[in-house]
């Protein structure tokens, strides 16, 4: 009897679908698996055909996954959906779908579906009364065997990436390139997979091989600005800054009015220690789009490193204007604050970057460092103000006093 592997979400809701697909099934003599076999990769070795429901749900990652796994195994796929989702674009040309409201008119249409698939995969199945005719149901909603085409893959990986499966992803995307390179079909169409290829690289520490697949992009075509800009910050962290100034300025070339490539460079020629470059790139980003409050951000951090704390204020405050949600900028004022002995100012922007992210590390040891620091000056105030007082009042050791008053002046 051909076996039947049916992959679906663990939704109660959807129970129906899978006991009227379980129906029709047994009707034709067909047998279905049970439901998440452990050895569904066995399973799928053993099936005739793959049933697979493609809606995109929290929980679709592994029947996702399932149905790449049968393409590979040259299985043909019969893919159903909710008709109120948008399934992703596999290569298909149809798609079955289900209305949850009108279970029996979905059934009707996918005993029509699966005998057509068992009549041009020439599968043996059983005829009851009644069945319906299959002769005009075109086009199918399946996946040939075989069919595995590069956008399938493309589609895996980056549901993979959706999910932060980045090893998964690595791995569809490498059949991808495999698949082309097998065609001798890559072109610079297909750049973007290379580039894709080399992000997932990047999450997953693979430094050198994402900078390898943005070569490898860029070669293919060359006027790929994401690929210039990625591999840029990549080269960034690696410390290979004239090599990223070099990857900004292609990109400014190619999009003069894009006004983050700037920032970038800006960034890059601060690390570099080249102080006026790196001004005039943030200058030219914010002439740009005054509106941009990164741009601002940097700059105020090349203020800083320049020590003109005035300017370097104004900047991060301007960052903080455009954008009130921005933790980085409230913490970089708060340390401005904490270093002119602006205890008050330095906390309520530290407060303000741990309400935003109640994980950030940096927001709580500044804080403390700024609890520390306010109560040793008002204590120390304290006490000379007190020793002070001592001393109006005619302590006898005035001079012992006057003593220890000069030195804790010194420390606060």
Sequence with gaps: MPKIYLSMPNDPNISQIRDGIQSVCNKLSLEVFPPNPQDWQVCIANSAIIIVDITPV??????????GYASRSEKPILLIANQTSTPPNLGQQNVLKYNLENVSDFIAQFAANIVAVCQTQRIRYQKYPNMPDA?????????????????NYVALADNFVDAHQYEEAYQEYTRAILYLGQQSNLAASHAYILFKRGFVAKRIGHLENALDDYNAAIQLKADYLDAYIARG????????????????????????????????????????????????????????????????????????????????????SQAITLNVKY???????????????????????????????????????????????????????????????AIELGHPDARALEEKIRITSKTI
């Design 58 to 67: 929290p929980d679709s990652m592994f029947l996702i996954f399932q149905m």
């Design 135 to 151: 002769t005009a149901m075109q086009p199918l909603p399946i996946l040939l065997p075989g069919n595995m085409r590069v956008e």
């Design 233 to 316: 910050l990549a080269l960034s962290e690696i410390r290979r800054y004239d090599d990223a100034i070099q990857d900004f300025k292609k990109a400014a070339e190619l999009k003069p009015d894009f006004t983050r490539v700037y920032v970038l460079a800006g960034m890059m020629q601060r690390l570099n220690h080249n102080y006026d470059e790196a001004m005039a790139q943030l200058n030219k980003a914010i002439e740009l789009n005054p509106e941009f409050h990164e741009a601002f951000y940097q700059r105020g951090i090349l203020h800083s490193d320049l020590q003109d704390l005035d300017k370097a204020l104004a900047d991060f």
């Design 327 to 389: 933790t980085d900028a409230y913490i970089k004022r708060g340390l401005l604050y904490l270093q002119s002995q602006k205890y008050d100012l330095a906390l309520v922007d530290f407060n303000k970057a741990i309400e935003l992210s109640a994980d950030n590390v940096e927001a709580y040891q500044y804080r403390g460092q700024t609890l520390f620091e306010k109560g040793y000056k008002e204590f120390h105030e304290q006490a000379i103000r007190d020793w002070q007082k």
